[in-house]
């Protein structure tokens, strides 16, 4: 790990560069070691500003995405957090050095035990992890204070939004796979806010596991 310590600095000075203002969200990233979340063959490019393809056809986001996404939640270390989407569970071991409790999602059985071996090894606690199909969101630990979405869709599923609280944030991508967009919801009592972010490009939420 420590021979990644050049790389990884260089990295954050990159994203502070990009405009990633939060020291706390910096700090998150500075302390997960994304070399254990790529595979063995690609870890020479783990700090490398870059999506990287995982197993099964999915990706590891780019860790200027993973900032982006994880600022714009504006987490104070008191919330409880979905993610939909856990794939290496990078995002998510990110999520947890700044939140109390994290939830993730992935339908890809194979791609949820691998980020749990992860996570484990990291002696990370403070999350929960659940194969099943993200559309569904969790209603057993709903409401959430947050919702994070790492796949995209042209309509974000209603019933997620349901499991959100009042005054609660969402950030997913949304849109066509062609022309997606990175959106900020906040709900409110008299509706939901609309905010976006920035165009992005995400493996597509597919229905089912
Ligand atoms: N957050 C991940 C990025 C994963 S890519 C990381 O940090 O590595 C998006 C993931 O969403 C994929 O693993 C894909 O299998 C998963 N996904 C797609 N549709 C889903 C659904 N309906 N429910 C749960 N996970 C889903």
Redesign the pocket.
Known sequence: MQEFHTEKAQLIMTLRGQGIGDATVLSALESVPREL?VPPALRQHAYENASLP?A?D????QPYV?ARMTEALRLTGRERVL??????????AVLTYLCRRVY?????KP?LVD?ENRLRDLRISNISLRH????KGWPEAAPFDRIIL??GSAKIPDILLQQLKIDGIMVAPEGADSAQQLVVITRRESGFEREVLMPVT????????
């Open positions: 979340f995982i099964l999915q990706t590891i986001s993973v993610e939909i989407g856990c794939g290496s569970g990078y995002q998510a993730s999602m992935e339908r890809l791609l980020a099943g199909d993200g559309v790492t796949c995400f493996v597509p939420l597919i229905e089912g596991c």
